[in-house]
Nanobody, 114 residues
Framework: QVQLVESGGGLVQAGGSLRLSCAAS????????MGWYRQAPGQQRELVAF???????NYPDSVKGRFTISRDNAKKTLYLQMNSLKPEDTAVYYC????????WGRGTQVTVSS
């Protein structure tokens, strides 16, 4: 079972930036398409960024142009650079493979104040 540990969240003012990291425990990380997900209170978890094992990316319109997903397969680490943050980005952020088959980590809290 792959363990995932997210970090890098925090409290930031609207317009600010954060960089999230997700460390995976297994080298099978490199063979998997990966996603960053978020869950706001009372909301369903949603995918906010996707990257193939080859590095192609995709984003929903809500974050396109503001968020950038990347990966370092040698370090088994996934990143999410978040710029121009908005209060509606406030949520717990998680990573997982695109098929969501690995055990979810604890996530990292991102709070954006207005």
């Amino acid at each position: 079972q792959v363990q995932l540990v997210e970090s890098g969240g925090g409290l930031v003012q609207a317009g600010g930036s954060l960089r999230l990291s997700c460390a995976a425990s297994s080298s099978i990380f490199s063979a998997n398409p990966m996603g960053w997900y978020r869950q706001a209170p009372g909301q369903q978890r949603e995918l906010v960024a996707f990257i193939t094992n080859g590095g192609n990316t995709n984003y929903p319109d809500s974050v396109k142009g503001r968020f950038t997903i990347s990966r370092d397969n040698a370090k088994k680490t996934l990143y999410l650079q978040m710029n121009s943050l908005k209060p509606e980005d406030t949520a717990v952020y998680y990573c997982n493979n695109y098929f969501e088959t690995w055990q979810w980590g604890r996530g990292t809290q991102v709070t954006v104040s207005s």
